[in-house]
């Protein structure tokens, strides 16, 4: 007999929404400043089930906050709302904070590991770790003509790799077909260098041969809330 609904996995969905300030918000005064992110930080945590806010810049130039959106999908239309949630307060937004970019998707189990990792991200958990980096992840048309087993093998050296890692944890995002990428690839981590010395690692393994595109990379700093008017007033 197979598992109920009941008893199959639920997926996740997970929205990073990229925003840059406006000429007109730096052009009101600091009291105006902060009373605009006063109403933002009041505004976004109805978005999900889960939301934090993330300084960008300096990391990048481009944009200056993040905001990541998490919800467990029951019903597709879950989906549907969210969307149309983020779109009314945002615009409300517009004046002072644009966006600029936008990756999402939906986790899924994977076809290379069984059970759940230890290493695994997990955005329900309320502890955050100082940063998050964020990127778009697409695979060569040669890695899917590939056979499972050759797959799996180099799949296998990459597993291994990340283990020697055991602080920094990975959440991955399926998103085939919805946006350009393939998958969004999330790390959560202490140390930006430790990270780098992974991503170094993890590029000289077979499997690097089949990306055909990793960027934006987005680099964020977790802020709570209230830290934002602080830092952007």
Do not use: C
């Not at 890695?143 to 920094?168: D, S």
């Not at 202490?190 to 990270?195: G, M, R, V, Y």
């Amino acid at each position: 007999m197979g598992k109920s609904d009941d008893q199959s996995p639920k997926r996740q969905f997970n929205h990073y929404g990229f925003f840059r300030f406006t000429n007109s918000y730096w052009q009101q005064t600091a009291s105006q400043r902060r009373s605009f992110l006063k109403e933002l930080i009041q505004d976004i945590p109805d978005m999900a089930e889960q939301v934090y806010l993330y300084s960008i810049f300096p990391t990048r130039p481009e944009a200056d906050l993040m905001i990541w959106s998490a919800l467990k999908v029951e019903d597709p239309k879950q989906v549907g709302d969210f969307f149309s949630r983020a779109a009314g307060k945002t615009s409300r937004w517009r004046q002072f904070l644009t966006p600029v970019d936008t990756l999402w998707g939906f986790t899924r189990p994977s076809v290379y590991a069984s059970g759940k990792s230890s290493q695994e991200l997990d955005p329900f958990q309320n502890q955050r770790r100082p940063y998050l980096v964020i990127y778009p992840f697409v695979k060569t048309s040669d890695w899917y003509l590939m056979k499972r087993e050759a797959r799996q093998e180099m799949m296998n050296e990459h597993i291994r790799v990340g283990r020697q890692y055991p602080q920094i944890t990975q959440l991955l995002l399926y998103s085939t077909g919805l946006q350009d990428q393939e998958f969004v690839v999330v790390y959560e981590t202490d140390d930006l260098a430790h990270f780098s010395d992974l991503v170094t690692s993890l590029r000289s393994t077979e499997g690097r041969k089949y990306t055909l595109r990793d960027t934006p990379i987005y680099t964020a700093i977790h802020r709570p809330l209230e830290q934002i008017v602080a830092e952007w007033a």
